[in-house]
Nanobody, 129 residues
Framework: QFELVESGGGLVQPGDSLTLSCTAS????????IGWFRQAPGKEREGVSC????????KYKDSVKGRFIISRDYAQNMVYLQMNNLQSEDTATYYC??????WGAGGNQCYMSPKTLDWGQGTQVTVSS
C-alpha cells in the first residue's frame, strides 16, 4: 500500500501563507513523481501541482501559478507545497500522492494524475476572514 502522510494545514486569513508537508514513513519517495491534490466540499478532487523525482519538471494548476511552490527535500524524504497569498477558493482538504510520469523527447515529465488509489487522511486548509 502506497501510504503518504500530509500535514501542515490550518485556519488562515486571506493573504496568509501555509506550507504543507508530505512524507512516507515506510519507503523512500526518491523515484516517484509526487503531486498535490485538493478537494473542496461538494467538489471533485483536483490536481494542484506535481514534481518529478529530480525536480526538473514542475506543473501547477492555473489558479495557483505564481502563488504556490512545490519542492522536495531528499534528506528528509519530504515533498512540500508552499502556499502564498491564500484565497477563500483555496479552502479544501489537501492530499499528496504518487503521480504519473513519462520520459520522452521532452525529458522526464509529471502529470497531475494519481498513480495509485491510495489516499491518506489529507490536511485541511481553511481560508477565512
Amino acid at each position: 500500500q502506497f501510504e503518504l502522510v500530509e500535514s501542515g494545514g490550518g485556519l488562515v486569513q486571506p493573504g496568509d501563507s501555509l506550507t504543507l508537508s508530505c512524507t512516507a514513513s515506510k519507503f523512500r519517495l526518491d523515484s516517484d513523481a509526487i503531486g498535490w491534490f485538493r478537494q473542496a466540499p461538494g467538489k471533485e478532487r483536483e490536481g494542484v501541482s506535481c514534481i518529478t523525482p529530480n525536480g526538473g519538471n514542475i506543473k501547477y494548476k492555473d489558479s495557483v501559478k505564481g502563488r504556490f511552490i512545490i519542492s522536495r527535500d531528499y534528506a528528509q524524504n519530504m515533498v512540500y507545497l508552499q502556499m502564498n497569498n491564500l484565497q477563500s477558493e483555496d479552502t479544501a482538504t489537501y492530499y499528496c500522492n504518487a503521480v504519473v510520469q513519462s520520459w520522452g523527447a521532452g525529458g522526464n515529465q509529471c502529470y497531475m494524475s494519481p498513480k495509485t488509489l491510495d489516499w491518506g487522511q489529507g490536511t485541511q486548509v481553511t481560508v477565512s476572514s
